[in-house]
């Protein structure tokens, strides 16, 4: 599978980690904060948890304030090295190229399947759903909108963006095999973000 739009756009992450770092959030929106709270709401802390494109650590610093265990991972070394400096578990991993070594209870992708082309999230999110126990869960972000394009917007380099609405999400959701989605907008006009939490079944986790 061609690459390329994934592969610009982490070697322009690894160039300007820092540049990315310093211009993102330490802190949980709140809408971040609710999305984590669909995510893992009756997930027992004992469940096991995979990140797709930690990045700085945020998210994983947030659930690991709740008591949950993160494994993290970037296809960025400079992002890998960041988390490591936080103590975060990390690891190398890239959705496109790499497979999963074991199923868990909650995969999370925030802002990460937004750099792939439609083609390329269309078969990670195939390759998520086949990583989920049973009952799993998988919780992602991406920018609403339609079509796709680069942009050097934050950290001065090209990072390609694809957009999706509501409608093609769920449905590639539902071809990928998730049985149950749930979608939330946040974010000012003109700059939505859908919020999605979608089950490898219609059970729900207890703890």
Known sequence: MNSSENDATIQSYEQNAQRYASATADT??????????????????????????SGTGRDALY?????????????????LSQLQQKSLDAKHFNVVTDTFEQTYSLILADAVLLHLTPEQAKHALKKIRQALESNGRFAL???????????????????????????????????????????????????????????????????
Not at 64 to 78: K, N
């Open 28 to 53: 949980m929106s709140d809408s971040l904060k609710r999305w984590l709270t669909m995510a893992t709401e009756d997930l027992s802390t004992d469940a096991s948890i995979f990140e797709i494109g």
């Open 141 to 207: 972000t991406l920018k609403e909108g339609k079509g796709d394009g680069w942009t050097d917007r934050k950290i001065g380099l090209p990072r390609y963006f694809a957009y999706w609405t509501e409608e093609a999400i769920r449905q590639a959701l539902q071809e990928a095999g998730f049985t149950k989605v749930d979608i939330f907008v946040s974010g000012p006009e003109g700059k939505h973000w859908l919020n999605i939490v979608c089950y490898a079944s219609r059970a729900i986790l207890k703890a």
């Open 63 to 79: 659930l690991q304030s709740l008591g949950y265990r993160v494994q993290c991972s970037d296809a960025t070394e400079a992002f």
